[in-house]
Each structure stands twice: as C-alpha cells, then as structure tokens.
C-alpha cells in the first residue's frame, strides 16, 4: 500500500471555489486514493510547526516519506512567495515535507510574469521533477517551462467531466429563473449593477449565492437587491438550487464550472485572468463585462455549450499514477 498527501486547497479558505475544486480533484483521484492510505493537509495554513518537523514527528515523517503528494488546482503559483497571506503558505524553513509535490489543474496568479529569485528558490526545492505536471492554462505552463518543469495543459479539474456527451444535455435555452453570482474584490459598481437590474428584467425568479463571505456583504451595497432570494452559503445548498432547472450567471468562475457540472445553462462573466485564459482554450461560455449592455440579448437567444477538451492530455497526466 502507497501513502499519499493530497494538499487540499479549500481548507482555511473563505471561497467556497475553493470547495469546488477539491470535489472534482478528488472525484478524479477516487480511485487512487481509496486504493491507498491517503492523508490531506491544508495549504492555506500551515501544515507543521517547527518542533515538529524537528523532532521528525509521525504526520511529519508520513508527509515526507509519501509516493505520491498532489497539490488541487487554484492560483497556487504565486510570482512572490513572502507575501503575507499566500494560497500556498510555506516557507524556506517548512519546504521539506513539501518535496516532490504534483501540481494537478493549478493556475497562476495574473501578476506570475514576475518571479523573484526567492519563489524561484522555493518552488525549485518544492515540485516534483520526476512527473509531468498538471495546469490549468498555457501560461501556467510557460511559467513551469521557465523554472525548468514539464507541464501540460488540462483545464482546471471541474473541467473534466465536461465531455462532449454532458454539454450536449445542458440546455440551450433560457429557463425562467436565474442564479448569480458577484465578486466583491474585483467590483465594478456599474457593471454589477447593471448585471443585477438586467436580471431582474430578464427572469421571474433571481437568487443570489454568496461564493464568498465578503461578497454577501458587497450584495447588499446593491440596489434593487430586495426582490431577489438569498441562497444558504452552502454548496449542499448551491447544488439543491441548481437541481431546479435554473441558468446561471455570473462572475465566479467555479460557480459557473458548478454549475455546468450541474448540466445548468451558464454565462460566465470575466473579471480576471483566470477566466479569460480558460475561455480562450476551453470555450467555457464566458463574456467580458462590456457585453452586459446586451445582456438581454444573450440571454435570450441560444446558448450553445460546447467545451473543448484534450481528454488525451488529461489521460496522459493521470497515465503516470496507473
């Protein structure tokens, strides 16, 4: 029996994106974890205290010593290491349980095209050399390529059960009800609103569903908010509406995976680089902001899903764990 770390990134997160992504990575690993003794730690937070990895306690000793260590998805790849409060929190003091880690559909963040020599350091000490690594957009892939990893682009995880038979049971025309989403650090006060009265116009049913905390709060800076229903900020809960034959609409990218998951006819509207890279490769039925004038328009006419996937690829990946 092999030991395996999986590094679950929705842990110590307040987006529930982050959620998302762990479902899918681990759907796609089903196999290989339950055939295995497999162990997760966070990486939002720290995984071990000093004292620990000193006296080589036995979740340290584990982690270590483990076949196979895979890292799911999110903008794990971060240009500077020191920051504060990174996705990955490990440091050139904590690196050693880390050694050999498998990246699996991750991203970049949109300001990656500058790596000082400290992340450099780091990520040379902590990814595997001896696997193909898994990412989620070419230039995620070129930022390997550039610290001297292989990579190959899948999509991020949510995306691979997005076959060809599944896009074509999601519904090509407008239902009678709608949920949204809304980024609240990334706002645009006139494009949210706009986005909010235009769905309002175009749907009898509007819900609302808060990916994160700090969006609720940013719904209810709104106006013409009162009519519309506030989803439970669960994704049982998330699930249970998108069950009810509702679109979906939204800037939240992994709502939107989410809801195709769901077979839920779905427009994704782009406020970051991570949804843009992944329309231009994947065609995930994604819009750019300014196309909200003609929301109407749409919405109304049909949406056609169709995403493209390099299922070889993904086969190659998990081919290595076979």
Same mark, same amino acid.
């Given at each position: 029996m092999q030991k395996i770390v999986l590094f679950d990134t929705s842990v110590?997160?307040?987006?529930?994106?982050?959620?998302?992504? $762990?479902?899918? %990575?681990?759907a796609h690993l089903h196999n290989m974890l339950n055939r295995h003794y497999t162990i997760t730690f966070p990486t939002h937070t720290p995984s071990f205290h000093f004292y620990q990895q000193r006296m080589k306690?036995?979740?340290?000793?584990? /982690? +270590?010593?483990?076949?196979?260590k895979f890292i799911g998805g999110t903008n794990i790849i971060n240009g500077n290491m020191l920051r504060i409060q990174p996705t990955w929190n490990?440091?050139?003091?904590?690196?050693?349980?880390?050694?050999?880690?498998?990246? $699996?559909? /991750?991203?970049?963040?949109?300001?990656?095209?500058?790596?000082?020599?400290?992340?450099?350091?780091? &990520?040379?000490?902590? &990814?595997?050399?001896? +696997?193909?690594?898994? %990412?989620?957009?070419?230039?995620?892939?070129? =930022?390997? /390529?550039? &610290?001297?990893?292989?990579?190959?682009?899948?999509?991020?995880?949510?995306?691979?059960? &997005?076959?060809?038979n599944h896009c074509k049971a999601v519904p090509t025309?407008?239902?009678?009800? =709608?949920?949204?989403?809304?980024?609240?650090?990334?706002?645009d006060s006139i494009y949210d609103q706009m986005l909010v009265d235009k769905l309002c116009k175009c749907y009898k049913t509007v819900y609302f569903w808060s990916q994160d905390y700090n969006d609720y709060n940013y719904f209810h800076s709104l106006k013409n908010v009162e009519s519309i229903s506030i989803i439970d900020p669960s994704l049982e809960a998330f699930s249970k509406t998108l069950q009810t034959g509702v679109d979906y609409v939204g800037t939240r990218l992994h709502a939107g995976m989410y809801a195709m998951q769901h077979k839920v006819r779905t427009l994704i509207i782009i406020v970051d680089n991570r949804a843009?890279?992944?329309?231009?490769?994947?065609n995930i039925n994604a819009i750019e902001r300014p196309e909200l004038e003609n929301l109407e328009k749409l919405v109304?006419?049909? %949406?056609?899903?169709?995403?493209?996937l390099d299922r070889a690829k993904i086969a190659e990946w998990m081919s290595q764990f076979q």
């Open positions: 110590g997160s307040t987006n529930k994106g982050d959620e998302i992504i $762990m479902q899918s %990575v681990k306690h036995s979740l340290y000793t584990f /982690a +270590y010593n483990a076949d196979y490990i440091n050139i003091f904590n690196y050693h349980c880390y050694k050999n880690t498998i990246l $699996m559909g /991750a991203g970049s963040n949109k300001n990656i095209d500058s790596i000082n020599q400290y992340t450099r350091t780091l &990520l040379g000490r902590i &990814l595997s050399r001896n +696997y193909i690594h898994s %990412v989620r957009d070419e230039k995620t892939k070129n =930022v390997l /390529a550039s &610290l001297g990893f292989e990579a190959i682009v899948t999509g991020c995880p949510t995306l691979w059960g &997005l076959d060809q025309f407008k239902s009678e009800s =709608v949920i949204f989403t809304i980024t609240h650090y990334l706002r843009y890279e992944m329309n231009r490769t994947f109304g006419g049909a %949406v056609h899903t169709d995403v493209k």
